[in-house]
């Protein structure tokens, strides 16, 4: 009967694929036990934020932590401050400030992955003042009535103080309100103190920011037609290496949204 030959060569060879099979089976176990024990070793994400975001990102924090057991530490800080940290010290993994103006900053200097980046909610100014509105305050030109006392936030640092300018300057009340201006706050939380403590009279905050203070001050809608908004994006960071969790978090944000009903009610424009 006729038996096949076998070369030294087919024997190496055959060997050799042996060897190649076997290494990419050990490869392909170590992957995958690699992503398992990274998986299970993410016990938090790290993410910086505006601290105006602070009433509406908390519970979501909550929220996604019962779901996925991963905590979520939260850096409130203004806008600017945000970037500036992640910059420096380059950790975190994700990034939700007041505007977009700061995360096209982000962007550009590489702190955030473009591709990541979605709209998170939308962040309504409001007029805030003191409980029972005593200087009888109904519009946003009322701000200027000679001796009141008004706080806006920091135009460079904080995303409703930029807002806050903008929107003065297109009204053409600006000057007329700034001679009012006795404080201007840091950040968004920070603002809403003095008035709280009856410091102020008023001061244009974000809705959210006021709503957490609603015992102690109360809240004017500026008219629709005269107000612009400021949208919330989120994004991953280019430090991240949590990327499966913090994408999860991403998706928990967008499909929980910051928004509320005001933009669903009214027309407004930016």
Known sequence: ???????????????????????HLFIMGCTGESKKAEQEQVKSIMVGAGAGLKPALDPIAKEFTAKTGIKVEYSYLCSAMVLTNMQLTRTGDAMVPGSQHYMDLAIEKGVIDKDSVTVAGYMIPVICVQKGNPHN????????????????????????????????????????????????????????????????????????????????????????????YSIAPIGM??????????????????????SNNYLQQHLVRK
């Open 137 to 228: 305050i109904t519009k946003i030109e009322d701000l200027t009535k000679p001796g009141l006392k008004v706080g806006v936030g920091e135009a460079e640092a904080l995303a409703v103080g930029r807002l806050t300018e903008k929107m003065l300057k297109d009204l053409g009340l600006f000057e007329d309100v700034t001679k009012n201006v006795v404080l201007t706050g840091g950040s968004a939380s920070k603002l809403v103190l003095p008035l709280a403590m009856k410091n102020l009279d008023a001061e244009i905050n974000w809705m959210a920011t006021c709503k957490a203070f609603a015992d102690k001050v109360d809240i004017i809608t500026i008219d629709p037609k005269k107000l612009k």
């Open 1 to 23: 009967m006729w038996k096949p030959r076998f070369g030294t060569g087919f024997k190496i060879s055959v060997v050799a694929l042996g060897i190649i099979v076997a290494l």
């Open 237 to 258: 960071t280019t430090y991240s290496k949590n990327k499966e969790a913090t994408q999860k978090y991403l998706d928990r944000c967008f499909q929980r949204n910051l």
